[in-house]
């Protein structure tokens, strides 16, 4: 069965970025992500079945971008614009926040080959960091996921651990994508905006000279979950988001089992990560924050309006 027949009416949308790294343990997780925003592992334990082992990894998959106040909150800051992806999508901070705990659970496929029965895996846990771009407050969400993957799949386990594979892939739903110049809403079947149709991946001047980024932003902040559901995340060979890396291999052989019976040491590791820091400055070495004011994005983006 296609997991995406199970929504009609909804947009599709799939992203790509590099793997953080392949393997990687439990405390090693927790570590990593003691300032971070966590979902809870433990609720999702029953979405990964038992009677499997998996290689675990990290994934940074996507992330959000940062966009102005309202009444104007369909324009991305110019500090974001490097953050949307290669298909010129986009998910706002909130949007992001709101979404972001429906990873987990969700499959892993190889190449967004979205039938379940070619599942090679699930979403165990998904985590946001919240990453200071620019000042005087300029942030983003980058979103982390605990990937796992059955050992049942020799071939891929041994690509992922050798680095052959190393790109990971969201697929979503979204009830509505949002112009990110004027502000139009589009649902599945109805026309894009002519921003979206003509200039889309392409910088325009707004009102006062300030040149904006065309895309396409799923979701929005005033809907349930913020619009978005992710059903899937795919190992690939290319992706769409440079910073979606596997960071790191957790576990080379874990099972629902074996998460179960160290719950005790996990809550408490996850009881300290809910009581830290919220702001985590590290980004992935491939990814390059542009801190260039306002002027100098007019001057190098003059050639591209």
């Known amino acids: 069965m ?35 925003i966590r979902f809870s592992m433990m609720k999702t334990a029953a979405n990964v079945p038992s009677e499997k082992k998996y290689l675990l990894s990290h994934a ?38 709101l979404s972001a705990p429906t990873f987990v659970g969700s499959y892993n496929f190889v190449e967004h080959y979205q039938n379940s029965e070619h599942s090679k895996g699930r979403i165990a846990d998904a985590i946001l960091r919240k990453i200071h771009i620019a000042d005087p407050d300029i942030w983003v969400y980058f979103c982390d996921l605990l990937v796992a993957t059955s050992l049942e799949h020799e071939d891929l386990v041994d690509q992922i651990k050798k680095g052959d594979i190393k790109y990971m892939s969201m697929g979503c739903v979204t009830d509505v994508v949002v112009c990110s110049y004027c502000g139009h809403r589009v ?6 905006c002519f921003h979206l149709a003509q200039h889309k991946g392409r910088f325009l001047p707004d009102d006062d000279g300030i040149p904006r ?12 979950h913020g619009g978005v559901t992710f059903v899937e995340a795919s190992w690939v060979e290319t992706p769409a988001f440079p910073g979606a890396v596997n960071q790191k291999i957790i576990a080379n052989e874990w099972s629902n089992g074996s998460l179960e019976s160290k719950a005790a040491s996990v809550k408490e590791g996850m009881a300290k990560a809910a009581s830290g820091k919220s702001i985590d400055n590290r980004l992935p070495n491939d990814i390059k924050v542009d801190h260039r004011s ?12």
């Open 294 to 305: 306002v002027a100098e994005l007019k001057n190098s983006l003059k050639s591209r309006l």
């Open 187 to 192: 649902g599945e079947g109805d026309r894009s």
């Open 60 to 97: 940074t998959i996507m992330s959000s971008v940062m966009t102005e106040p309202d009444p104007y909150d369909w324009y991305i800051k110019p500090e974001c614009s490097h953050l949307v992806n290669n298909n010129d999508d986009g998910w706002e901070n909130e949007v992001l926040r």
């Open 213 to 224: 980024r065309v895309a396409e932003l799923c979701g929005h902040k005033s809907l349930p």
């Open 2 to 36: 296609d997991i995406m027949d199970k929504y009609p009416g909804k947009i599709k949308k799939i992203s790509t970025a590099p793997m953080s790294e392949p393997v990687i343990s439990i405390k090693d997780w927790q570590k990593i992500h003691g300032d971070g």
